[in-house]
């Protein structure tokens, strides 16, 4: 895109304005740290005179087009990250959830969806957990907050299986799962949830969503100000040794 935008000798503050977005918008959709859709895929390649150039990316698109839109910006990131950096604060996360405790997610969202999309959500979230398993396998750090791991989502049995399910992934050599203690005192978490991802070249990408809604982070000055909030929240959190015997005191309990 900016190959043919150059060579058209059109800046992106001149392509901006034809499509609504920013120069700042148009210089991500080049660098590849926001995802295009179709529709603004075509209208460039249209705007530049690109013969279909640009067009033939669109049907590569289909595969990241499952997920909820909030996500979709994010989804290449994460399949491709060579390391990938979470703190959760309300819910388990998308790459450690069991199906059960997935399926009983989607059927508590407000407000309700249908069956169909019920089960398309699944099938695209179990199958974002084949990064747990890629070859070469990518480091993964999580910080779970011990606190909505105590709440029973979907009952005894889906609970028990989704504590268990997070000791199975705890014990993968790649895989890092700590836990913010209950009795933390220090409020290291109070930004709230996000996702660090560092890309194949090695650069680093923020993440947070909320509300349906998404940001994907590319500002070196934010995105260190992320890492260093990470950092001090596994600061304070349980060794992965120490959490799992946490987790595994919870699954003690009645």
Known sequence: MRTLREKRGVSRQEL??????SPSAIGAFERGDRAMDAGMIEQVDDLLSGDGLLKVVV??????????P???????????????????THIVNGLLQTEAYA?????????????????RRLEDRIGRQVLLHRDPAPVLCFVLEESFLRRRVGGEMVWREQLQ??????????????????ECEEFVGSVGPMKIAETPEHRMLGYVEG?????VISSREVVSEMIQRHANIRA????PRASARRIERLLGER
């Open 16 to 21: 901006g304005g034809r499509t609504n977005f």
């Open 165 to 182: 399910h997070l000791l199975d992934c705890g014990r993968l050599a790649h895989v890092s799962i700590q836990l913010v203690p209950m």
């Open 70 to 88: 909030q996500f979709r910006d994010f989804a290449p990131i994460e399949k491709k990250a060579v390391s990938l950096w979470v703190y959760d």
């Open 236 to 239: 304070v959190a349980l060794s």
């Open 59 to 68: 049907p590569y698109l289909e595969e990241e087009g499952r997920y909820a």
């Open 103 to 119: 399926r009983q997610v989607f059927a508590d969202h407000w407000p309700p969806v249908d069956a169909a999309e019920i089960e």
């Open 211 to 215: 509300q349906g809604q998404s940001w």
